[in-house]
């Protein structure tokens, strides 16, 4: 079974330019989730989603980030204007329900610098 | 946003030995998890806990989820090169059981 795909794996672009991470989620998984993590630290939520509602988004930062799960399925995560402080590892991961007792499963992240 | 905390916050051993981490929390948690990251990758879970005093083992992992349900441990016994990597502790706290908090990580490095 494949796991959570992730694409670009890396992206290097310049400030004030937009940027976009693209998620495809286990199949079957109803919940998916965008984390930020920060170099050496640990992942920190931005936004859950229950097939397309964002249930969750209070950490979103939404004068420039916005996210979008049209048919439940794939996400993508854009950031415009992007900023230097916004270099991270920007993380996917789904579970089946979104229970606190459901597995999430992570993607292996997309790496975002900004000069 | 809110992060655990968890110690040490990198440790260096040698192949055979064995490792304790912890991490620790000022609110109640209601679920610990316990994932290790590998270089370019996300972290993957290694063991999960749901009640106070549980005790629960994975191959050479062990945790426990403290009984005051503020900290939990994970020990690694006989320790080998494949255990290089970090160790996130998550939980979910009972003022938001919807949410997982991550810690701060523990970076393990093992010698031959």
């Known amino acids: 079974e494949a796991g959570v795909v992730q694409s670009p794996r890396y992206k290097i672009i310049e400030k004030k330019q937009p940027v976009a991470f693209w998620c495809n989620p286990i199949?079957?998984?109803?919940?998916l989730y965008w984390y930020l993590q920060n170099l050496g630290q640990g992942p920190e939520l931005l936004i859950r989603y229950e097939n397309e509602e964002a249930v969750d988004d209070s950490q979103l930062p939404k004068d420039r980030f916005s996210a979008e799960r049209l048919k439940g399925v794939d996400s993508t995560l854009k950031i415009q204007p992007a900023e230097l402080g916004d270099s991270a590892v920007y993380l996917c991961?789904?579970?089946?329900?979104?229970?606190?007792?459901?597995?999430?499963?992570f993607g292996p992240g997309t790496r975002l610098t900004v000069l | 946003g809110q992060q655990l905390n968890q110690s040490p916050q990198s440790m260096f051993i040698q192949e055979g030995e064995d490792v304790s981490m912890n991490c620790t929390s000022s609110?109640?948690?209601?679920?610990w998890l316990w994932y290790k990251q590998d270089p370019g990758e996300g972290p993957v879970l290694l063991i999960a806990l749901y009640k106070a005093g549980e005790l629960t083992s994975n191959g050479r992992l062990t945790a426990q989820f403290g009984i005051t349900r503020k900290d939990s441990f994970l020990n690694i016994s006989a320790s080998i090169p494949s255990d290089v990597g970090i160790y996130f502790c998550?939980?979910?706290?009972?003022?938001?059981?919807?949410?997982?908090?991550f810690g701060t990580g523990t970076r393990l490095q093992v010698f031959p």
């Open positions: 199949s079957g998984h109803n919940t």
């Open positions: 998550a939980g979910t706290p009972s003022y938001n059981t919807d949410k997982l908090i």
């Open positions: 991961a789904s579970s089946l329900r979104g229970a606190p007792t459901d597995t999430q499963y």
């Open positions: 609110s109640i948690f209601n679920t």
